[in-house]
């Protein structure tokens, strides 16, 4: 005899918050968007090439891979609902054996936000030509290329364990602006006046450690010399610039570099957890 389901008496914050959920909506739809946008980059670089050969990024592994988390996490939700216990007993469903945080952090074409900016940071330290924007563009994939093949590496444009522990620092340098001060400032400063004959023509005033108007002008008109956003406020891209013979970050001293978290592209396991650490690009 048929089964029939009793109706369901849990709260809609149990059913709209279960782990299952949440993680298809926060971690595994989300890649689906990086997928798109990976794709529609392809798409640009293909139409841009025309008759040229040229390589692309490996996409077709990412849809399978991503199809294949959804189908798993809607077999268990469905379960769930069977046993009638989603909602009611809020039970602790486990998601590492099908989904790794690492797999979700990983980097490559079409993926954005700050991790991207700081693999860009690190290839532009290492002498490699890439924007500083916080996208996973055509650039960044050749960069890391670049940076594999010159290393012996997997050449795949995926920064793995491996490719990351042949780059430098990807930390930020800090953000300054008008109302600013302390030695980044002064050193600051003191580089752009220095630098600014037969350049950007505008030097701050004296090298008082303030942020002032006068250093915000010479900020402004380095940063038109540079052919960069003109705000007046010292970000990445204008750290990136070039200041004379090297970038603005390099003339003011790398010690003045953030020290934040390392790279979340990198797997951290979990206390307890023997696995190997694994990485989605053979980036050996």
């Known amino acids: 005899m048929e089964r029939q389901l009793e109706p369901y008496s849990g709260s809609c914050r149990d059913l709209l918050r279960n782990p299952i959920r949440v993680t298809l909506e926060d971690k595994v739809y989300d890649q689906f968007t990086v997928a798109g946008r990976g794709l529609e980059e392809i798409v640009r670089m293909v139409q841009a090439a025309g008759d040229e050969r040229i390589e692309v990024p490996a996409f077709g592994y990412q849809v399978t891979r991503l199809s294949r988390r959804v189908y798993q996490l809607n077999v268990q939700m469905l379960r769930l609902l069977e046993d009638e216990s989603l909602g009611r007993s809020a039970p602790h469903v486990s998601l590492e054996a099908d989904v790794r945080p690492a797999e ?37 994939w050749e960069a890391v290329r670049s940076v ?12 793995g364990r491996h490719t990351w522990a042949e780059l430098p620092s990807g930390s930020p ?15 600051l400063q003191r580089v752009l006046a220095h630098q600014a004959q037969g350049r950007w023509q505008s030097s701050p005033q004296a090298a008082t450690g303030m942020f002032d108007a006068s250093t915000s002008a010479a900020v402004q008109a380095f940063q038109n010399w540079n052919g960069i956003a003109s705000d007046g406020i010292v970000g990445d891209q204008t750290w990136a610039a070039l200041a004379g013979e090297s970038s603005l970050e390099v003339a003011v001293g790398l010690e003045f570099l953030i020290n934040d978290e390392a790279p979340l592209t990198l797997d951290r396991q979990r206390p307890g957890d023997t696995r190997p650490i694994t990485e989605g690009a053979a980036d050996h």
């Open 104 to 140: 979700y952090l990983r980097l490559e074409i079409g993926s954005r936000g700050r991790e991207v900016r700081r693999l860009q940071r690190a290839l532009h330290r290492a002498g490699e030509d890439v924007d500083i924007d916080g996208m996973f563009g055509q650039k960044t």
């Open 148 to 159: 594999q093949r010159s290393r012996g590496l997997n050449v795949d444009g995926i920064p």
């Open 173 to 187: 340098m800090p953000i300054l602006r008008a109302g600013s001060r302390g030695d980044a400032v002064v050193q």
